[in-house]
């Protein structure tokens, strides 16, 4: 605890001194010393610079830096301390290769007559060069780096910004980015107030992948692709007739035929529902249960509708998110994952509405719950343990201090949504290699496992790139013999 709050007082005392800056100094020949200053009441940055230029071959100013690295737009409002000073002392937002004098850089430069250019060096030692804005004497200043290319943008207060660029700068990353000041002149220095700085980096490309959807057949040990994209599909529910599959991408669900080459078809909810990879059939295939999130709650809650989707309603309606995973056997209970009180725990509503009712109250993270076809248990994964295992409690709950729960795997792997064939008779479920910390990821070395209710004997049937969305919800086929899963390869 004391190191913790060394290091934190350490870091507050850093922003205090610099701000969101790592760092500032002189660059460049500057026979008068530059200064720092940071408010952090009022956040503005002040900066006193000498220096005769930031031009030609070689620059000379103080500058307050931090090391980035990508995409990143640098924005402030800006103005000289005092009138009547060098007409061309510049104020500036930068982009730097290094803190050497003659470094590539592009920087947006306010000058002190009003003047405000995109400047920028190509490579070390090269000459400057400049594109002029038609705006003087602007306020608000931003200069953006996207790749290779820089563009400002300029205006003064209420009015639109006015852009000029791009210009063509490669920067290897990391870079230096931050603020400056340069007095045009040996002789004197001079000063600028930065305020409501802000460096904003974009963020990194989501990284895509592509999805097989595949079916296993327990019967004779093969897995056969039946429909393939390059986007994210997830969680598959077999239709009780056997005809289609339920599986959700990009906040709908779809129905798809498990015969190969099938096009997916969108299952109307009549609403703004964005759906996510928890969804499933009553046991008669009758009613639909799912989760989204809407417009009025952008957490996710349980609904029901018919299965065709129509007649929606919802389910749960607490401010923290609850995910469906199954049907009693009867269609009277929906059990679900519920956030309360930063824990995530197993919960259970009537079909017909009501008061959710809590089924675990350990304190871990409960996860994944789902029932035998005989309605008598309620089987789940958690980290109580202190690893990832599966677990089951009697479906009307774990009883006081989760006295009933008892302990299903016990091995280094970390085990992730159990699901009980129709037949009462197999246990298919998710394992992650040891020491992965949750199911949100995708990764190599995930294992589709199979053992017998009640039994020890566990099976490897396949080892994938899989994870989030491999088999979320209970993805049986109504016969037992087969069952429904994604795998990922990234693009």
Same mark, same amino acid.
């Given at each position: 605890m004391k190191h913790f709050l060394f290091f934190a007082l350490a870091a507050a005392s850093a922003f205090a001194q610099n701000g969101i800056f790592d760092g500032h100094g002189d660059v460049g020949i500057v026979p008068k010393p530059g200064a720092f200053e940071f408010d952090s009441a009022a956040n503005t940055y002040r900066i006193t610079g000498n220096g005769a230029n930031m031009w030609a071959a070689a620059d000379a100013f103080h500058f307050a830096w931090k090391r980035i690295s990508g995409d990143a737009t640098v924005l402030a409002d800006v103005e000289f301390i005092g009138s009547g000073g060098e007409a061309h002392r510049k104020a500036v937002l930068i982009f730097r290769q290094d803190l050497t004098p003659d470094a590539p850089y592009a920087d947006i430069a306010l000058h002190g007559n009003g003047l405000t250019s995109l400047q920028y060096r190509t490579a070390a030692g090269q000459p400057t060069l400049g594109i002029d804005s038609t705006v003087t004497g602007p306020v608000h200043l931003r200069i953006e780096r996207r790749g290779d290319q820089f563009t400002m943008a300029v205006n003064k207060a209420g009015e639109d910004p006015v852009s000029s660029g791009p210009v063509t700068v490669t920067l290897h990353d990391p870079v230096y980015v931050g603020i400056g000041v340069c007095s045009h002149n040996?002789?004197?220095v001079e000063t600028a107030v930065f305020r409501n700085v802000r460096i904003q980096q974009a963020r990194p490309p989501q990284q895509r992948y592509r999805s097989r959807i595949s079916i296993y057949d327990r019967k004779d040990k093969s897995t056969h692709v039946i429909f393939t994209a390059d986007e994210i599909w997830e969680a598959p529910n077999w239709s009780h007739d056997g005809k289609y599959l339920l599986v959700n991408s990009g906040g709908n669900l779809f129905r798809l035929s498990p015969e190969a080459g099938a096009t997916p078809q969108k299952l109307d909810l009549g609403g703004d529902y964005r759906c996510n990879n928890? $969804?499933?059939f009553t046991f008669d295939g009758k009613r639909l249960a799912f989760s989204a999130s809407t417009p009025t709650s952008r957490v996710s809650q349980a609904f029901q509708a018919t299965a065709d989707g129509k007649d929606v309603r919802q389910m749960t309606s607490a401010a923290t998110p609850s995910y469906f995973h199954g049907w009693s056997p009867d269609g009277r209970w929906l059990t679900f994952v519920g956030q309360r009180n930063g824990k995530f725990e197993l919960y259970r509503v009537a079909a017909e509405g009501g008061e959710e009712q809590r089924l675990t109250? $350990?304190?871990a993270y409960d996860d994944g719950p789902d029932y035998s076809p005989d309605?008598? !248990?309620i089987?789940?994964?958690?980290?109580?343990s202190g690893t990832w295992d599966i677990w089951r409690i009697p479906a009307d709950g774990a009883g006081p201090g989760d006295a009933k729960a008892e302990r299903i795997t016990s091995d280094d792997l970390e085990d992730w949504f159990p699901h009980?064939?129709?037949?009462?008779? !197999?246990?298919?479920?998710?394992?992650?290699?040891?020491?992965?910390?949750? $199911?949100n990821g995708k990764m190599e070395g995930v294992q589709l496992r199979l053992m017998p209710v009640g039994g020890k004997n566990l099976q490897v049937l396949t080892t994938i790139f899989g994870g989030q969305g491999t088999i979320n919800v209970n993805s049986w086929s109504p016969d037992s013999r087969k069952f429904a899963f994604v795998t990922y390869e990234p693009l």
């Open positions: 040996v002789d004197n928890d $969804h499933g109250s $350990h304190g309605g008598k !248990w089987y789940f994964n958690s980290d109580r009980v064939s129709p037949d009462g008779k !197999w246990i298919v479920f998710l394992s992650f290699p040891k020491g992965t910390a949750n $199911h």
